[in-house]
């Protein structure tokens, strides 16, 4: 019997061992993804005795390019034949691997796929895996493995992040960088990235999917101090709908999370203490935000104005009464402005001007994420949401010290 001889690096084994159906790989330039693609191919292939298995690229001559002396070379022992002119290689068991474009939909109807690879799935229409290549796998109940370097926020981020919600068994995601590959050396990666500009560096190197050109927010306007400042404390909650917490989602669903943003606030502008973020069920959205009152004593807390609000200030009232610790909420508002220019005012030029400093800790990536993404509708805007809000929360609390001439105490208790 002939067997193939399969070297496979540490995340290459990870992704090998999933037993899930549908594997999404986000990983950077040079990291071994189209030789575990051509294993896979081969594998799978000589698995089965009926349908076909697929590898599909943006275009069939990048197909080509890529993955055909690949496949060529670690499938020596067991490839039977090979035909150039149509990119197939038929396997000793009979079974067939094609080679195929994205760009070319209408070569890939009507068969029935036991396996199949969409490789740069990135800079593919997401109609060819949802309309033609998703229904050839449904008869044989096949399996797919999506790989590719991020292009922005598309609809391979959309799968990505689906898949890494792991509710549902079917998909798992993994994501890897160019430094994962030990066969490069990090001197070289190293060196790339003093050549490139930094968006690049962390698009094709280290698989980042942020999007390109954000307009609110540049990384030089970021400052970081983990020296708590004097001042008053304000909280600021942005609540997700409760109804959805624990129910499964679709993979075209936007997952909000509640925010709770704690921002000590001075005459030098605001010092970001922490965001506490999650999906949480009603009550445990109460806990948090009662808890959170009761460890920084704001001098004013808000939450924004709407049904969650209303559904959530009764079990909040409840733990006010067993905990003997009552506070006023105030009502938050858009303010008759939408969105995007609420927050830009709120928070733009106080970045740019550096009255808005952060506090290092957990949040901090997700947190910078939605700043230096929005705004993008693939993209969340939670964290920023529920900071913005402390704008219009400081103002509602705010008070100045008022000097009057001649001012006489008529009545000291009612400060009269």
Request: net charge negative; aromatic share 12%; with cysteine.
């Amino acid at each position: 019997m002939t067997q193939l001889d399969i070297s496979l690096l540490p995340w290459q084994e990870e992704v090998w061992a999933s037993p899930s159906r549908f594997k999404v790989v986000a990983a950077g330039r040079r990291t071994g993804k189209s030789r575990l693609a051509a294993y896979l191919l081969v594998v799978r292939g000589l698995q089965r005795d009926r349908g076909q298995v697929f590898y599909v690229a943006p275009t069939q001559g990048q197909a080509r390019d890529i993955l055909w002396h690949m496949l060529l070379e670690v499938g020596h022992s067991v490839i039977a034949s090979s035909h150039v002119n149509n990119l197939q290689i038929k396997l000793v068991n009979g079974s067939i691997i094609s080679l195929k474009g994205s760009d070319r939909p209408e070569t890939m109807r009507g068969v029935s796929l036991a396996y199949l690879v969409m490789d740069e799935f990135a800079d593919m229409k997401p109609e060819v895996w949802e309309q033609i290549l998703r229904p050839a796998l449904a008869d044989l109940k096949g399996s797919a493995l999506f790989i590719g370097t991020p292009m922005g926020r598309n609809h391979f981020y959309e799968l990505y992040q689906y898949a890494q919600l792991g509710e549902d068994a079917n998909y798992k995601a993994w994501h890897f960088t160019s430094y994962d590959n030990p066969m490069i050396e990090p001197a070289e990666i190293d060196s790339a990235k003093k050549e490139m500009s930094s968006y690049a560096f962390r698009q094709e190197f280290m698989a980042s999917f942020e999007a390109k050109g954000s307009e609110m927010s540049r990384e030089d306007w970021v400052k970081f101090d983990e020296k708590e400042p004097e001042g008053d404390y304000y909280i600021a909650c942005d609540l997700a709908g409760f109804s959805d917490v624990n129910k499964k989602v679709s993979k075209n669903t936007r997952l909000d999370s509640t925010a709770i943003a704690v921002v000590k606030v001075n005459t030098d502008g605001w010092w970001i203490k922490e965001i506490i973020y999650g999906r949480w069920d009603l009550n445990e959205t109460a806990s948090k935000i009662f808890n959170a009152v009761e460890k920084y004593e704001p001098v004013a807390i808000g939450i924004e104005k709407g049904i969650a609000k209303q559904a959530v200030i009764s079990p909040l009232t409840d733990m006010m009464k067993r905990r003997n610790r009552f506070f006023r909420v105030e009502e938050l508002t858009h303010g008759n402005k939408n969105k995007t220019d609420r927050i830009m005012w709120a928070l733009q030029g106080r970045f740019e001007n550096g009255y808005v400093t952060l506090n290092k800790g957990d949040w901090n990536e997700k947190f910078l994420d939605e700043l230096f993404q929005f705004p993008d509708n693939l993209t969340h805007d939670d964290l920023v949401d529920a900071l913005a809000y402390i704008d219009q929360l400081q103002k509602v609390a705010y008070h100045t010290d008022i000097e009057i001439d001649d001012y006489e105490v008529l009545d000291v208790l009612a400060g009269y």
